[in-house]
């Protein structure tokens, strides 16, 4: 079908983007002119693509459609028209023109909320529910029939932008491509508009103070951030950035509110305003109409601080920052230092501007957009600038929950972990994370989009910086109980293994580490000498610079200390983003990143699902290297878009089919005991567990006897006594009863287990399957959990059964039990995976380095190698 796009903005965009992906044929983009010299976002993804763009400034004069406008459309010959936030007014002819007239985007679930102004007043009246309708324009823009509707719950705390960059711009351009092939396909449906509920409202943003505290709150959230809700404080207004406040109010000093039904409270934590039935709520931050801002708590001391003296340093910094004010302020003559950077002329883009290009030119100092409208004189610029870079701001307490588990009150993050600070999601959107002994709710945990630091790390004395590191180390082991509790109450790890192996071996891990820090070192490299000079060759290894860490959920410690502790000793930063449904050991180990000195943004701590903040870890072009552990699928999906963001480094430790090879002159007692602990250590969930043992046949029986699983106690993993803990999650547990399913059906024999133990929580019982045929399903694809998988092979048959161990495209690990070294060496010289263990199994170090062949990644963990994989080597030739 031919698709006119009538559109802007990166909406608009992403839903041409996805329709050409669909296959849908795009013969015109019609979007506003540039702007400052830059185009929309939809007219450059267009022009890139090679597709018509029209940029029309308007469509009608005086009420008339404009005839060339109308003669330029109608040439393209569209037989759809799809609107992705249009402001503009399209006449009627152009609408009802293509053969299927067109359709139009609208932030409201039609008809409630009609107007520009929709998606305020949802936030505004309080509603429970928000939306959006895809409906067929007609002559009252948002009156037409509905084609597609699609909800959502309103959280509390939800603004304009939560509720926008949540559901409403994402569900919303799927729910356009979606309609675009209800109609391809004759399907779509035109319900028409009931008058019922129909609302439309004017809007103001004077906050109405005499209601109740719950109103108030809706209002202010449901106005954009710009200009944003106001009231009248001491004779001037002022603009209100609000938290909802609940719980005991601070002591603090009285403040008269015009119209409000008791006076205000400025405490150490903001302004507590008043509603008319006695609810507080506070205020972070008070802007004045100028754009000045000051935080609220402040309100009564914003003009008593000291003024710095500078030393001659400083002063030249501030002579370059003047240049960048004079740089943005080119209307202004002379930038003194009582030119006000609001009053000159400046918006909001301006604010983005200079905050990076301080930052680019004074590496080091960690500016936000909020310090410009804190200070927006020149002179309190600096003034300020210069408290940020000699570290005078005061460092905010972090605050963490307490709960009670297993008789220790544990501290326990729940927030994103971000420039050093514990705080809520941008878009106030959290999910619970569960405890898979009992499947109850841990706590509920911050639901993150996106965010990313650069700081001094990287230029930091190596000694230094392997102190903090070994400090870090440290604290970990101080905590390690703490930890290991942490950990096994939120991946379900027994906590003696956790405590010996996710925490004991994460501490190891910093440790090694740190020690490299002060041995990264280059070459010198001899080089042709081109005579009468003489030249010097050498290399430095750098840092790459921002790096981000997606790590699995069956060891989320461990994971977390295997990549961002190479990461951080070789002077990167680093994002991470655990796995969704194991978040707190991870949000643990930055509360104690705090504790250590780790400098803010270092390392930031993102909860969230994979397809949102691993996607857009993947995707972000400031981001110059990503680690990953997980499954291969994810594997090449990140790649990919790694490689077509920025072409940033990857790192990919992946999915696996470990064999072990046992043959019949092994030490059986060992050989026993390994295997079994090759299937069932950390309950299977282990990435290279052992995924076929091939047994020789004439000890095959005999083996299969003395796998004593029954012995083996399954129960709550914080039971010191327990083996066996629950699988991590549900869903988990759910593929995995399918998995044996599927084994039986298939023919292979179920000497044990295959089914969930019955009782509450997440727990499966320890499996074996024998007489595996090669063709199976449970032989070539991993279980990732407690089920053995055995196979016989012929007496003396080394090279067929090596030819099966490596007929699979996964090569992590692999294993072989046997008393004949030769035998051994022979094996593991031609055992195609990334590690070999010979009479052993599980048995990886810090100093070892841990990686796979094919499709089970590329790149390496521990040891050196690990360390290479996040620096760049510079070669320098200097000519004397």
């Known amino acids: 079908m031919k698709l006119a796009i009538i559109g802007q903005s990166l909406f608009g965009q992403e839903v041409y983007s996805n329709l050409r992906k669909q296959g849908h044929r795009v013969v015109g983009v019609f979007t506003v002119p540039d702007k400052d010299g830059k185009a929309d976002p939809l007219a450059v993804a267009a022009e890139k693509d090679g597709t018509p763009v029209f940029k029309f400034p308007r469509w009608r004069v005086k009420g008339n459609p404009i005839p060339e406008v109308v003669d330029a459309y109608k040439a393209v010959g569209a037989e759809l028209n799809v609107m992705p936030f249009c402001s503009q007014f399209i006449p009627m002819n152009i609408i009802d023109h293509p053969k299927h007239g067109s359709i139009i985007y609208h932030p409201s679930i039609l008809p409630l909320h009609r107007g520009a102004s929709a998606i305020n007043w949802t936030l505004i009246h309080g509603d429970k529910k928000a939306g959006f309708t895809v409906f067929w324009a007609d002559d009252g823009l948002d009156t037409g029939p509905i084609l597609l509707q699609r909800e959502c719950a309103v959280e509390p705390n939800d603004t304009v932008d939560t509720l926008y960059n949540r559901f ?217 600038f210069v408290r940020k870079l000699r570290g005078e701001d005061q460092e905010e307490e972090l605050v963490v929950d307490y709960v009670k588990v297993n008789n220790m009150t544990v501290k326990m993050p729940y927030q994103c972990f971000i420039n050093g600070k514990f705080e809520d999601a941008e878009n106030g959107k959290s999910y619970d994370t569960i405890n898979p002994t009992d499947g109850s709710v841990i706590c509920k945990v911050s639901y993150a989009s996106e965010a990313y630091e650069i700081g001094p790390w990287g230029r930091m004395n190596p000694r230094d910086r392997g102190s903090l590191l070994y400090r870090l180390a440290d604290l970990m082991e101080e905590h390690q109980e703490e930890l290991a509790t942490i950990e096994s109450i939120d991946s379900g790890a027994v906590y003696t293994l956790a405590l010996k192996t996710h925490v004991g071996m994460s501490i190891q891990t910093f440790r090694y580490f740190a020690g490299w820090c002060d041995k990264i070192q280059g070459k010198t490299i001899p080089i042709n000498q081109a005579r009468p000079n003489r030249n010097l060759t050498f290399t430095k290894k750098e840092p790459l610079g921002v790096c981000a860490i997606v790590i699995p959920w069956n060891y989320p410690l461990m994971m977390l200390a295997w990549k961002s502790a190479a990461c951080l000793a070789a002077g990167n930063t680093l994002v991470l983003k655990p796995a969704q449904v194991t978040p707190l050991t991870a949000l643990k180990f930055a509360e104690l990143s705090v504790k250590a000195g780790i400098p803010k943004g270092v390392i930031n701590i993102l909860p969230g699902s994979g397809g949102m903040v691993g996607q857009r870890l993947s995707d972000h072009p400031d981001i110059r290297k990503l680690g990953f552990t997980g499954s291969t699928p994810i594997g090449k999906q990140i790649m990919k878009s790694c490689a077509l963001s920025n072409l940033k480094k990857v790192s990919l430790e992946l999915g696996g089919k470990s064999p072990l090879i046992i043959f019949s002159d092994c030490d059986m007692d060992k050989a026993v005991r390994m295997g079994m602990s090759s299937v069932y250590f950390n309950k299977g969930e282990n ?67 295959g089914r969930q133990v019955d009782r509450p929580g997440f727990f499966m019982e320890p499996t074996v399957f024998t007489d595996v045929e090669d063709h199976m399903f449970i032989a070539k694809e991993e279980s990732f959990g407690p089920v053995m998988v055995v196979s016989k092979f012929k007496d003396g048959d080394v090279d067929g059964v ?51 062949f094919k499709q089970s990644g590329f790149g390496k963990d521990l040891g050196e190698d690990a360390l290479m994989e996040y620096l760049k080597t510079k070669a320098v030739t200097v000519e004397y």
């Open 168 to 384: 409403l711009f994402p569900e919303g351009i799927k729910a356009m491509v979606e309609s675009v092939q209800l109609i391809a396909d004759g399907k779509a449906p035109r319900v028409p508009q009931t008058e019922e509920g129909a609302s439309y409202e004017g809007h103001s943003e004077e906050v109405n103070l005499a209601q109740p505290a719950e109103a108030i709150h809706n209002w202010i959230r449901g106005h954009d951030k710009v200009p944003g809700a106001w009231t009248v404080i001491d004779g001037q207004v002022r603009f209100l950035e609000l938290h909802w406040k609940s719980g005991q109010v601070p002591a603090g000093q009285p403040l008269e509110i015009d119209g409000a039904s008791q006076p205000g409270l400025v405490t150490k934590n903001g302004l507590v305003l008043y509603g008319a039935d006695g609810k507080a709520l506070l205020v972070k931050n008070l802007q004045f109409e100028d754009g000045k801002m000051i935080p609220a708590s402040k309100y009564f001391s914003s003009g008593e601080s000291t003024s710095l003296d500078l030393t001659d340093d400083e002063k030249k910094m501030a002579e370059e920052i003047r240049s960048i004010w004079k740089g943005i302020l080119s209307n202004v003559p002379a930038i003194e230092d009582t030119t006000d950077f609001f009053k000159s002329g400046a918006a909001s883009m301006d604010v983005v501007r200079l905050v990076e290009e301080v930052k680019q030119k004074c590496a080091g100092v960690q500016l936000q957009n909020e310090d410009v409208y804190m200070a927006t004189t020149f002179q309190d610029f600096i003034q300020m």
């Open 802 to 852: 090596l030819q099966r161990a490596n007929d699979t495209e996964y090569g992590l690990a692999s294993g072989v039990f046997t008393r004949d070294i030769n035998k051994a060496m022979y094996v593991s010289e031609r055992l195609e995976a990334g590690t070999v263990f010979v009479n052993t199994y599980n048995k990886t170090d810090v100093a070892s380095p841990f990686g796979g």
């Open 687 to 753: 990435c290279i567990a052992a995924g076929r043992l091939f047994v020789e046949e004439s000890i095959h029986d005999e083996y299969i006897s003395r796998v004593e699983i029954k012995k083996m106690k399954i129960g709550d993993p914080l039971d010191r006594s327990t083996d066996h803990g629950p699988q991590n999650h549900k869903a988990h547990l759910d593929k995995l009863l399918e998995y044996c399913e599927v084994g039986v059906k298939e023919g292979a024999t179920l000497v044990y287990g």
